[in-house]
């Protein structure tokens, strides 16, 4: 009786094993449905718009600072400036929407998809959406902080130095941060050669008008360029920062152009990012009509 006891025992618990792996496919299944669901596509399109604004208004800030002007030329500056703007409470809310879409469209990529690329191929490109997952949230967290008004202009530096100083007193802080400053900058001259190899155009859908086609690649050249610029510096202050053992100095995006302008041609320099981080703006407004979204 004991065994037979047993051995049902064992049964049931093989069927409730099963049963519960029933259950989380399913709930796999309807959770990428979702994800692949025509309304979080528009969602996440408008994601890249959003963005693009963003960039375009670091990119004026940028420029209002070479010419003397004010401003935080970070991503907090530039939701601070889209909050000043008539109807700024519904643009700041419309944008975080937009940004958790495509934020939880890219997760959606790195969990289900790339499943029939080589492992390799695989790995980099699931690595990628989960990268740009973090990004988009970064982004969507920032225009909420803003919309309950909670936010303010000059944040991530102050996020950046403070989160710098934690990290600096870890153990192993150092060494880590060293090696996130190097991955910030090997990831701007990424965007950079990108931008010169016009390997973006992979992700486009390019219009059949050649006038049309020039445009996109040329705002796609600039903006990628201006880009892996700003993250060449923002990654190269945090390194130095580091090792220098002054973490005040790791200011993050504002800091990053703000050392451009102090180097000789700084001015100059520092309006030319600004024109280039305008062109990649607008090249993200492009991009949500245009980019390949599929699943």
């Known amino acids: 009786m004991h065994l037979c006891g047993g051995k049902l025992s064992a049964t049931q618990r093989s069927h409730g094993g099963t049963a519960i792996k029933k259950e989380l496919k399913q709930a796999a299944d309807t959770a990428e449905t979702v994800t692949n669901s025509?309304?979080?596509?528009?969602?996440?399109?408008?994601g890249f718009a959003a963005s693009g604004v963003l960039h375009l208004?670091?990119?004026?800030?940028?420029?209002?600072?070479?010419?003397?002007?004010?401003?935080?030329?970070?991503?907090?500056?530039?939701?601070?400036?889209?909050?000043?703007?008539?109807a700024g409470p519904f643009l700041l809310w419309a944008s975080f929407a937009a940004c958790a879409a495509l934020a939880l469209w890219q997760v959606s990529d790195a969990i289900f998809d790339?499943?029939?690329?080589?492992?390799?191929?695989?790995?980099?490109?699931?690595?990628?959406?989960?990268?740009?997952?973090?990004?988009?949230?970064?982004?969507?967290?920032?225009?909420?902080?803003?919309?309950?008004?909670?936010?303010?202009?000059?944040?991530?530096?102050?996020?950046?130095?403070?989160l710098t100083i934690a990290v600096m007193k870890a153990p192993g802080g150092v060494a880590l941060l060293v090696l996130v400053g190097v991955g910030i900058a090997v990831t701007g001259v990424v965007y950079a050669i990108r931008g010169?190899?016009?390997?973006?155009?992979k992700?486009?859908?390019?219009?059949?008008s050649h006038t049309a086609r020039t445009a996109v690649t040329v705002l796609g050249v600039a903006g990628y360029v201006a880009k892996g610029t700003v993250l060449l510096l923002t990654g190269m202050l945090i390194a130095i920062a580091?090792?220098?053992?002054?973490?005040?100095e790791s200011t993050g995006l504002d800091g990053?152009?703000?050392?451009?302008?102090?180097?000789p041609f700084g001015v100059y320099l520092l309006a030319a990012v600004g024109a280039g981080l305008i062109c990649y703006g607008v090249y993200m407004v492009v991009r949500a009509r245009l980019a390949k979204m599929e699943k």
């Open 203 to 208: 992700q486009l859908l390019m219009p059949s």
């Open 114 to 162: 790339y499943n029939h690329l080589p492992a390799k191929d695989k790995a980099g490109k699931k690595a990628k959406a989960a990268a740009q997952a973090v990004v988009f949230t970064g982004l969507a967290l920032t225009l909420m902080s803003f919309a309950m008004g909670s936010g303010s202009g000059g944040d991530n530096k102050k996020t950046a130095t403070d």
């Open 196 to 201: 010169l190899r016009k390997s973006f155009e």
């Open 57 to 86: 208004l670091v990119g004026l800030i940028a420029i209002r600072l070479a010419m003397g002007g004010s401003g935080s030329a970070d991503f907090s500056g530039a939701v601070e400036e889209l909050s000043a703007q008539p």
């Open 256 to 263: 990053g152009l703000r050392a451009l302008r102090d180097q």
């Open 38 to 46: 025509r309304s979080l596509e528009l969602l996440a399109r408008a």
């Open 242 to 248: 580091t090792l220098r053992a002054h973490p005040e």
